[in-house]
């Protein structure tokens, strides 16, 4: 399919497509209907011949000189163009060249008067008695044309018109036989194809110089009027579109060619001052994207990212060609994560934390919409938060730990304790309690000062923490020189095994010289017939009570009712 570039060569191509097709839609019209004039006129001929032959033929008949007959057949033959000529039986057979219509008279009349009897009684079968044309003709009685082609080319064409039987007839063949025979005549067409031809030669000679004429002149007005200033309108636009909105075009004319150039010089103006404005605001954004301290990566439509600040090379660790290389989705290394949390920020952004090489990031993802709800593109802005983190988690370590003993603190301890009894309420987990107090802890205060104290307290408190992971253990202080391991999971017996072992460990601390000891007490549920938290940690200091009375550094069970 030929493709034009330029408008004008299209207009033409149309133009003149339109004007071929009425063209040659008329002359064919024309020139078959010439050809159709001409064979009527042909077949109009024929039936004037074979019907002047037929009335001939009554003529002959009537006088009974039928041996006359082939003469004037041959005598048709003669005439210019006149291929064929014969008078045939209703059976198909050639007439007039044997004895059987002759002999079905004489029987008739009973005489041999009639005139044309042959010597050679052989027949000649013409046209099968089942020929569709000569069917056609005893049943309509009326003229039919046959038209064939010779494998040269050549057309012909047969008119096989119909004998009807007259009065006259009756006194020699039968009067219940409408029809005596068919004229046969077969003549050439080449003439009238030879004529067409020419009639359409000429025809085609007539449409290429009136199309050459009419689309030379077409193209010349389309090109003075309308092209030349197409032309000019969108080079204006190229430009215009290349950024350069200063381009102007002729605005004299008073047509819509006119206006169009008025309106698109009013277009450029206008355009050339949103573009200054976009052009500032636009310098506007781009320093505070640039200055911001939050990484900011943006999208288009399509998931390319077209937005790379300062901060998300330093947060990400990554320059801005790869980022945009890699795409939004490889943002962290990982497509499936951002995937799952942009889907999520179809409705609404989604913030999430996220660890990446050593940091702490706040990561909140939007997926960017129009007016219409489409999606326009996407963007995440990224916040090093490690230090807040950092910081977030000293104070929340602060706020549930004992300063000096680095065990959790009172406040703390009580919310353990209560959610591992409900635990045990609900679940039957077994948990135990193991109190514990520094012997003679008075003594270190008292003879070797606060500090001394405060250093038994801190030791006591590392070696502790130092037990809390195998089994679990949560140590706290309770106050004082009174501490609480919880132990959630494990039953009391089990709870005195440790308990004592954490007395042995305690045993073998030397602290300015001086050795530590304390009294543990232990209570566990199952074993005990306790309602509350409260209640079980009652027990527990009931056993430390009894162990002190015992002699100190030894570990004391509940009491069981």
Not at 173 to 179: C, I, K, M, R, T
Not at 415 to 436: G, N
Request: net charge neutral; charged share 25%.
């Amino acid at each position: 399919m030929i493709k034009f570039k330029r408008i004008g060569h299209r207009l033409l191509a149309y133009v003149a497509s339109v004007i071929i097709v009425g063209i040659i839609a008329l002359t064919l019209t024309y020139a078959l209907r010439q050809r159709d004039v001409m064979q009527h006129e042909v077949e109009s001929s024929l039936t004037k011949v074979t019907e002047s032959v037929a009335e001939g033929l009554a003529a002959l008949m009537a006088t009974r000189h039928a041996g006359e007959v082939p003469e004037f057949a041959a005598r048709l033959k003669k005439i210019p163009n006149v291929i064929d000529y014969r008078i045939l039986r209703l059976d198909g057979t050639e007439a007039f060249i044997d004895n059987s219509s002759v002999e079905r008279v004489d029987e008739k009349l009973g005489e041999f008067e009639f005139q044309g009897r042959k010597n050679d009684p052989a027949q000649q079968q013409v046209l099968a008695a089942t020929d569709p044309s000569l069917l056609k003709v005893k049943q309509t009685q009326a003229l039919v044309f046959v038209y064939r082609t010779l494998p040269g080319g050549e057309r012909q064409v047969t008119a096989l018109n119909p004998i009807r039987s007259a009065a006259a007839c009756h006194q020699c063949h039968d009067a219940n036989e409408s029809l005596r025979g068919v004229i046969m005549l077969t003549t050439s067409l080449k003439d009238i194809d030879r004529d067409a031809a020419q009639t359409w030669t000429r025809s085609i000679f007539i449409i290429v110089a009136a199309l050459a004429s009419i689309v030379g002149l077409i193209y010349w007005v389309a090109q003075q009027t309308v092209v030349s200033q197409i032309v000019d309108f969108s080079q204006a636009m190229k430009t215009a579109a290349a950024g350069d909105m200063s381009v102007r075009l002729p605005a004299t004319r008073t047509d819509e060619l006119g206006h169009m150039a008025r309106s698109f010089n009013q277009m450029n103006k206008n355009l050339l001052k949103i573009y200054d404005d976009l052009e500032r605001e636009r310098n506007k954004l781009n320093t505070v994207i640039q200055g911001a301290n939050s990484g900011i990566v943006v999208t288009n439509a399509d998931q390319y990212v077209v937005l790379v600040n300062k901060a998300a090379e330093q947060i990400l660790g990554k320059k801005k060609k790869a980022i945009i290389n890699a795409g939004f989705l490889k943002l962290f290394d990982d497509p499936a994560w951002m995937e799952s949390h942009l889907a999520q920020s179809v409705d609404d952004s989604v913030t999430v934390v996220r660890d990446w090489r050593n940091k702490v990031l706040s990561v909140q993802i939007s997926t960017l919409c129009d007016e219409s709800g489409v999606s326009i593109g996407s963007a995440a802005l990224i916040r090093d938060i490690t230090e807040e983190k950092r910081l977030e988690n000293r104070l929340k370590l602060e706020s549930v730990t004992d300063a000096l003993t680095g065990l959790h603190n009172r406040r703390h301890f009580d919310e353990i304790l209560t959610t591992e009894f409900l635990r045990w309420r609900r679940y039957k987990q077994p948990v135990s309690v193991a109190m514990l107090d520094i012997d003679h802890f008075k003594k270190f205060n008292d003879t070797h000062g606060h500090d001394c104290g405060d250093r038994v307290l801190a030791s006591l408190g590392e070696l502790l923490n130092a037990c809390k992971q195998s089994p679990i253990l949560i140590p706290c202080r309770y106050g004082g020189e009174e501490m609480v391991v919880i132990m959630p999971g494990i039953a009391e017996d089990q709870a005195l095994s440790i308990a004592d072992s954490i007395r042995r460990k305690v045993e073998q601390l030397v602290i300015d010289g001086l050795t530590v000891t304390v009294s543990i007490g232990v209570a566990g549920c199952p074993g005990h017939p306790v309602d509350s938290a409260e209640a079980l940690l009652k027990l527990a200091d009931d056993a430390l009570y009894r162990a002190k009375e015992n002699g100190r550094n030894r570990v004391q069970g509940a009491q069981r009712s």
